[in-house]
């Protein structure tokens, strides 16, 4: 396609249940990124990936989150026993290379929110 | 590690004045700078970069943003703002061969009164 895909658009979960967030990036894009942002402004770099496999992971949680981006399937984040801080809307972003000086582009996001 | 800052987190104008945010950065080589623009429900737009060269950029939209290596400053400028433009602003920042590890400053509200 020829935007970056997210949905649900928003996600609704009781503390303790699972979430799983979808992603479908720009048709002929190698590399995804998942970011997260809290509170409305605070933005926070999550994972990347080129194609099916881990680029970067630095700032993935230890516990309960998790990326994949499989061959022919939308990348997914899922979060395992969600709590009430990872309420936040979940950004996705494409990129035809890894470089800086490739444009990102990024989907309307995922809003979570755990109750 | 890099860091952003945006110093004004709302700023308010007059369709048709002049506009500047502003935006410091952190960082030990030179870096790679952003400004991203976000309206309401949306996800984030690039209006323009900066990698090298000539320290004055051009974006979308009649935006304009400058380098200042001195003062570490990137700060974006419009002439003239449209009442379209009423948005969230974040400048980012990201470091060369990190594959896009963008850090952000924590955003500028821009209103626009008619």
């Known amino acids: 396609g020829e935007e970056v895909a997210q949905t649900p658009k928003h996600l609704v979960r009781g503390e303790g249940q699972k979430a799983k967030l979808y992603c479908a990036p720009i048709?002929?894009?190698?590399?995804v990124f998942w970011y997260q942002q809290v509170l409305k402004n605070e933005f926070k770099f999550l994972i990347s990936?080129?194609?099916?496999?881990?680029?970067?992971e630095t700032g993935m949680p230890k516990e309960r989150f998790s990326a994949k981006c499989l061959p022919n399937s939308p990348c997914s984040l899922e979060i395992q026993a969600t709590k009430l801080e990872d309420s936040a809307v979940y950004f996705c972003?494409?990129?035809?290379?890894?470089?800086?000086?490739?444009?990102?582009?990024f989907g309307q996001g995922t809003r979570l929110t755990v109750v | 590690a890099q860091s952003v800052t945006q110093p004004d987190i709302h700023i308010t104008v007059s369709e048709g004045a002049s506009l500047e945010l502003r935006c410091n950065y952190s960082?030990?080589?030179?870096?790679?700078l952003f400004w991203y623009v976000q309206s309401p429900g949306q996800g984030l737009q690039l209006l323009l970069k900066?990698?090298?060269?000539?320290?004055l950029v051009q974006g979308i939209k009649g935006f304009e943003a400058e380098f200042k290596r001195s003062q570490s400053s990137f700060n974006l400028r419009k002439p003239s703002v449209h009442w379209s433009d009423a948005a969230e602003y974040f400048c980012?920042?990201?470091?060369?061969?990190?594959?896009?590890?963008?850090?952000f400053g924590s955003g500028t509200q821009l209103t626009v009164l008619p």
């Open positions: 048709k002929g894009h190698s590399y």
């Open positions: 900066y990698f090298s060269g000539d320290t």
């Open positions: 980012a920042v990201g470091a060369s061969g990190s594959a896009r590890q963008l850090t």
């Open positions: 990936f080129q194609n099916e496999n881990v680029f970067d």
């Open positions: 960082y030990g080589a030179t870096p790679y």
């Open positions: 972003a494409s990129s035809r290379e890894g470089t800086l000086n490739t444009e990102a582009f």
